[in-house]
């Protein structure tokens, strides 16, 4: 069954630094997402990404992210000059949303820690 | 702002018993979906209710929308030790494309 990837696992960087979250979308879905979750926090929405442009951000996502789609298959998160408070998992989602289908479908997670 | 609200925030029960968890949102909805996440882990779908549909099944799951009072309630029948995890209800609203998620259930199935 086609599944959502992300990679690395775990990325441990120092504050200041930038680093590049990495997902493969369900091939044939459209829509992409990110969302994190900070340590017993609920889930929260970053950004959705249709048709190689923002469709939809969060408060959250101000100048310090940036999404891209650089390939056909790829979907990445850039986080500029990271944070403490930007330790948290990070999980890509992908939906095919077409014929009302709305479910999102999430990969495994990139657990970033910022030192 | 829109939000599922989950209750209770923890239950644990045996093996076999059935286990209920309710949702509670703000505002009008296009469809509500319930995700489980084993701890450290990604997120599963479970099951998707749209507005105009009062009740739900996949499997053991059953799920229910009442739009009158803006709340669902997941029912997972027979329930097994790999149910233990925690549940989340998440709503769209109409137009809109991103989940909001409430804090979650954590399960604990007793064997």
């Known amino acids: 069954e086609p599944e959502v990837t992300q990679t690395p696992s775990h990325q441990v960087t120092q504050m200041g630094q930038e680093v590049i979250l990495r997902c493969v979308p369900i091939?044939?879905?459209?829509?992409f997402y990110w969302y994190r979750q900070i340590l017993g926090q609920k889930v929260e929405f970053l950004v959705s990404?249709?048709?190689?442009?923002?469709?939809?951000k969060s408060e959250i996502f101000d100048d310090q992210f940036s999404v891209e789609r650089p390939d056909g298959s790829n979907f990445t998160l850039k986080i500029r000059s990271t944070k403490l408070e930007d330790s948290a998992m990070y999980f890509c989602?992908?939906?095919?949303?077409?014929?009302?289908?709305?479910?999102?479908?999430f990969g495994p997670g990139t657990r970033l820690t910022v030192t | 702002s829109q939000q599922g609200e989950e209750d209770p925030q923890a239950l644990s029960i045996q093996e076999g018993e059935n286990a209920t968890m309710n949702c509670s949102y703000k505002?009008?909805?296009?469809?509500l979906q319930w995700y489980r996440q084993n701890s450290g882990r990604g997120l599963v779908h479970l099951i998707l209710?749209?507005?105009?549909?009062r009740e739900k099944h996949s499997g053991r799951l059953r799920v229910t929308l009442d739009t009158s009072k803006k709340s669902s309630s997941l029912l997972i029948t027979a329930s097994r030790a790999a149910d233990t995890a925690s549940y989340f209800c998440?709503?769209?609203?109409?137009?809109?494309?991103?989940?909001?998620f409430g804090q979650g259930t954590r399960l604990t199935i007793n064997p």
């Open positions: 990404f249709y048709n190689n442009e923002i469709s939809e």
């Open positions: 989602a992908s939906s095919p949303r077409t014929g009302g289908s709305y479910e999102q479908y």
């Open positions: 209710i749209r507005s105009n549909e």
């Open positions: 091939s044939n879905h459209l829509y």
């Open positions: 998440a709503t769209v609203r109409q137009g809109a494309q991103k989940l909001v």
């Open positions: 505002t009008s909805i296009n469809n």
